[in-house]
């Protein structure tokens, strides 16, 4: 699959190569010598922000099921309860995360702080509670 983007993204970086080039002879054969550079330069910096947008849209790191699993894998049980929990419901109290994945809510609020130190989770104030969000 990398391979694929790579040579999608090359191809995509040499046509736009390519068209720069046609554009400036183009202009320079039909405009006596002289390039309109306002517009030129506009429309070349368009056109270049487009494919490089979507050249980093095609290597963009997304969370698949696999690479989700591995993750879960290497974690230790409680974590990896927490976690699978929060996947499913994206947002939970502190205090009824405890009750879902059936773990004491000393050991719940020593899971959250060590997943929410590696930048796994967000914890912020609600109410009385935590509100617990996956950052993945």
Do not use: W
Not at 6 to 35: E, K, N
Not at 75 to 91: C, G, Y
Request: aromatic fraction near 8%; proline fraction near 1%.
């Amino acid at each position: 699959m990398e391979t694929k983007k790579i040579l999608i993204s090359g191809a995509l970086v040499l046509g736009l190569g390519v068209l720069i080039t046609a554009f400036s002879l183009y202009h320079l054969a039909h405009m006596g010598g002289s390039i309109q550079y306002p517009l030129f330069l506009y429309g070349t910096t368009l056109l270049a922000l487009g494919v490089g947008g979507f050249v980093v849209y095609l290597f963009s790191d997304k969370l698949d099921d696999r690479r989700v699993e591995k993750l879960l894998a290497v974690l230790p049980t409680d974590e990896r309860k927490v976690l699978r929990t929060l996947m499913e419901r994206k947002e939970v109290e502190q205090k009824f995360l405890a009750t879902l994945t059936q773990l004491s809510a000393v050991k719940t609020s020593r899971v959250i702080a060590t997943l929410e130190s590696r930048g796994i989770i967000q914890k912020r104030k609600h109410g009385y509670t935590n509100l617990i969000t996956l950052k993945l």
